[in-house]
């Protein structure tokens, strides 16, 4: 019985962190506040809407009309496009983190990571009727569908912003900046990433010629 009520309780709350991302849409800077400050937020709710956010861009390739995306299917990796979300995602998370740590952000990783997921909420919502809606218009009227799928991209973006500022109780000019710091900490990441992956590529095949060679003198 007491199992059954833990688990009634854990659901109610999942769902009702998940409609909470409907009240972050529309009421952002109290919304994001709350997320974090009053746990209204879950990183189930989190993990959720990032599955969405996925899912949703996937979908994109296969149901949006062919007026708008043109897919080659024998070039796409699903893995290495999953990647391509997941990847920038996590160094968002990591970089912004970082630095705001250095300069007394009050926001935690785990809270980065859920605020920038929360953050994500519009991408699903205005995507998939756009898929939709990309089948019944011509070219000439998908100039409203293009205006709309940039909006959910603007729209994404300013509230991860706004969200950041709210979970590190930043001022909205500090909030700015490290936005832009954070960026560049992604490609100084990218960057360091780079040189890593080279030095031990070039290891490996050192390695491997030094076999080759001790193979051959057997």
């Known amino acids: 019985m007491i199992t059954a009520l833990t688990r009634k309780e854990t659901w109610n709350r999942y769902f009702d962190s998940l409609k909470f991302a409907l009240y972050i849409m529309t009421h952002p800077l109290d919304g994001f506040w709350d997320l974090t400050h009053e746990k209204r937020g879950t990183?189930?709710?989190a993990n959720t809407i990032l599955i969405l956010t996925i899912m949703a861009r996937l979908m994109r390739l296969r149901?949006?009309?062919?007026?708008?995306?043109?897919?080659y299917w024998e070039e796409v990796n699903i893995f290495l496009y999953i990647a391509s979300i997941l990847f920038p995602l996590a160094l968002w998370v990591i970089g912004n983190w970082a630095l705001t740590t250095l300069f007394d952000g009050k926001g935690r990783l785990g809270q980065v990571?859920?605020?920038?997921?929360?953050?994500l909420t519009p991408y699903p919502l205005i995507q998939i009727?756009?898929?939709?809606?990309s089948n019944f218009v011509t070219v000439?009227?998908?100039q409203f569908y293009m205006v709309l799928s940039v909006i959910s991209l603007i729209y994404?973006?300013?509230?991860?912003?706004?969200?950041?500022g709210q979970i590190h109780e930043f001022s909205a000019g500090k909030n700015l900046l490290f936005t832009?710091?954070?960026?560049?900490?992604?490609?100084?990441?990218i960057f360091i990433l780079m040189i890593f992956f080279s030095m031990v590529s070039q290891g490996v095949f050192y390695f491997i010629s030094l076999v080759r060679e001790f193979l051959f003198r057997l």
């Open 140 to 142: 000439e009227e998908g």
């Open 63 to 71: 149901f949006t009309s062919f007026i708008f995306v043109q897919v």
């Open 180 to 189: 832009v710091a954070s960026l560049f900490a992604m490609l100084v990441m």
């Open 156 to 164: 994404c973006a300013l509230w991860i912003v706004a969200g950041m």
């Open 43 to 45: 990183y189930a709710a």
């Open 113 to 119: 990571y859920m605020a920038t997921c929360y953050g």
């Open 129 to 133: 009727p756009l898929m939709i809606f």
